[in-house]
């Protein structure tokens, strides 16, 4: 018998492989890290061969941040027009698991495409933010259901950005409970704000923090790959060469930044839990903390978010180990107050609060004020479930 040609043998759904294996790999490496080779290599087929389906990367890459938005619209097309929150919350968590190790592209990885892609994009996730918000209107009604329905977007959207291992029936579950507690929440009236201190940021007296202090607003506003050695250095003054003596490169600078940063936030976290009296009030106290924290320094938060997936493993770990041992004091507090949880359950809703800060923040534009940190601190409680 002749053996069928190896085009028969070609999978009918090798472009929707294509786009899940990219996705993987742009959310764990990064656009810039990512190649064509290492994506075709997850798929079980040479570059070339993925160079019939996509003419590039870029070409791939816009794809794979359209899907999850598209998934998102169709998951809300599914659910009856009176269904209630509780159920477009079920629908919108459970495309959003199924998506979870590429869904990150949207949040973070999204400000690569061309601005026509970009607009696009972001007119489709309004479309999502706009239909929550007529479902929350009419079942929540209250102040900031705009808002709110952002918010609570954002606790489902975290489960994008972390690898708490978690079973998926388990995973959507909490995201629907956690997105529930936002809405519910109305910002305008909070309970009476936690009153919190931030350490002051350091004054750059050395040539080393001027570094830092000038190379993390570049990275925001222009991205931190196209930001280049020479454009930092002559931002204090330097010539290229010179910046070398200080750091042996752009990723060191980053890193350097964020340890700062979660110093900062260790340090921030210890003043104000120093003299709660209860769980819940610790709770109050880290939540107003990070959102202070957040507000505060929400260029380096938003970069950090954005990059230290693509950091070498040996700059990137001394990070990752900071962020756990936050979530360890999150997670205590939490379990305290509620004892069903397990500890992969808490995980799960202190990722979630976190969400809740990201897209309410951004939702804000960050305009740092009283008002705006109580209401975001409010839902960051609500996605908690306290």
């Not at 929150?85 to 979870?100: I, M, N, S, W, Y």
Request: glycine residues 6%; aromatic residues 6%.
């Amino acid at each position: 018998m002749t053996a069928e040609p190896a085009a028969a043998l070609r999978p009918r759904n090798r472009r929707q492989l294509i786009i899940d294996a990219a996705g993987r790999v742009f959310s764990e490496r990064g656009y810039h890290a990512a190649s064509m080779e290492e994506i075709a290599s997850g798929v079980g087929i040479t570059a070339a061969a993925l160079y019939r389906h996509f003419p590039n990367k870029y070409a791939l890459f816009a794809e794979c941040a359209d899907i999850m938005a598209r998934s998102l619209v169709t998951a809300l097309d599914e659910v009856p027009p009176a269904a209630q929150t509780a159920d477009v919350f079920t629908a919108l968590a459970r495309v959003t698991v199924a998506h979870r190790a590429s869904g990150g592209l949207y949040r973070w990885e999204s400000r690569y495409l061309d601005r026509a892609d970009r607009r696009a994009l972001r007119g489709t996730f309004g479309e999502v933010v706009d239909r929550v918000t007529t479902v929350v209107r009419r079942e929540y009604p209250g102040a900031g259901e705009h808002l709110r329905a952002t918010a609570a977007l954002g606790a489902i959207g975290s489960i994008t950005m972390h690898r708490v291992s978690i079973a998926q029936r388990r995973a959507e579950d909490l995201l629907r409970e956690s997105a529930l507690g936002v809405v519910a929440t109305d910002p305008a009236h909070a309970p009476s704000p936690h009153v919190v201190e931030l350490p002051a940021q350091p004054v750059p007296r050395t040539r080393r923090a001027q570094i830092l202090a000038a190379a993390i607003p570049l990275f925001e506003r222009d991205g931190f790959t196209t930001v280049t050695n020479g454009r930092i250095a002559h931002a204090v003054g330097l010539v290229p060469s010179a910046l070398y003596r200080y750091f042996p490169g752009k990723a060191d600078i980053l890193a350097a930044a964020c340890l700062q940063a979660a110093a900062l936030l260790t340090q921030a976290v210890e003043h104000n839990l120093r003299d709660v009296t209860g769980p819940r009030e610790a709770l109050a106290a880290l939540s107003a903390t990070y959102v202070a924290y957040s507000f505060e320094h929400h260029a380096l938060t938003t970069v950090a978010n954005a990059e230290i997936v693509g950091l070498p493993e040996a700059l990137r770990r001394p990070l990752i180990v900071a962020q756990r041992e936050h979530i360890e004091v999150w997670e205590q507090q939490l379990r305290a107050v509620r004892p069903e949880l397990d500890s992969r359950q808490a995980r799960v809703l202190v990722h979630a609060g976190f969400g809740v800060v990201v897209e309410a923040g951004r939702r804000l534009r960050w305009r740092d004020t009283p008002a705006s940190r109580d209401a975001v601190a409010a839902l960051m409680l609500g996605a908690l479930g306290v």
